[in-house]
Antibody, heavy 123, light 109 residues
């Protein structure tokens, strides 16, 4: 059974960099999914942050692109998120998820989700 | 790019059917057959209910169905049950971008 588990600090100071890791178990991260990050501010909707393929190919939400870096570590079967220059608006539950791939290589639906981790930006 | 547009809330009685719409543009919903729908109960992670516009993952009841016409996708839930009360989100591939809808709260009366 495939499982995803987010980890990282629950509190980050304004202007600093938020760093989270998603450990994948029960499935090789190199076996054919995109791996993505989605966030949800308290009481609000879902926002896609970005996704990465095991080769390292990435695509990001244009509204966050200047501050986001997603990387993959196939040796540890995990992928990571870094979001720089955070403000209170970045306070949210952050989810990692596995995103399927269509025959044409297009990323499709998020069919595996982690439980989510709450990150608060505050001094 | 802006999020896909969903109604903020819908409601229905047990046994009835409800439809939730998701309106985008020709660059996302209308341009690709990669619309997905997610159910989220309070405090829980989202769950995939529909992918590729109308396909159901294993384990999702056939009361849930999806469709698309032009730039608008729809999720229909028939035979409403109390446990269907949740937030629902649509999502679409949009060429190197994957926007979500703003979410719809389904209330089962």
């Amino acid at each position: 059974q495939v499982q995803l588990q987010e980890s990282g600090p629950g509190l980050v100071k304004p202007s600093e960099t938020l760093s989270l890791t998603c450990a994948v178990s029960g499935y090789s991260i190199s076996s054919g999914y995109y791996w993505g990050w989605i966030r949800q501010p308290p009481g609000k909707g879902l926002e896609w942050i970005g996704s990465i393929y095991h080769s390292g190919s990435t695509y990001y939400n244009p509204s966050l692109k200047s501050r986001v870096t997603i990387s993959v570590d196939t040796s540890k079967n995990q992928f990571s998120l870094k979001l720089s220059s955070v403000t209170a608006a970045d306070t949210a539950v952050y989810y990692c998820a596995g995103q399927g791939i269509a025959v044409a290589g297009t990323p499709t639906a998020f069919d595996i989700w982690g439980q989510g981790t709450m990150v608060t930006v505050s001094s | 790019q802006s999020a896909l547009t969903q109604p903020r809330s819908v409601s229905g009685s047990p046994g009835q059917s409800v439809t939730i719409s998701c309106t985008g543009t020709s660059s996302d919903v209308g341009g690709y057959n990669y619309v997905s729908w997610y159910q989220q109960h309070p405090g829980k992670a989202p769950k995939l209910m529909i992918y590729d516009v109308s396909k159901r993952p294993s384990g999702v009841p056939d009361r849930f169905s999806g469709s698309k016409s032009g730039n608008t996708a729809s999720l229909t839930i028939s035979g409403l049950q109390a446990e269907d009360e949740a937030d629902y989100y649509c999502c679409s591939y949009a060429g190197s971008y994957t926007p979500f809808g703003g979410g719809t709260k389904l209330t089962v009366l």
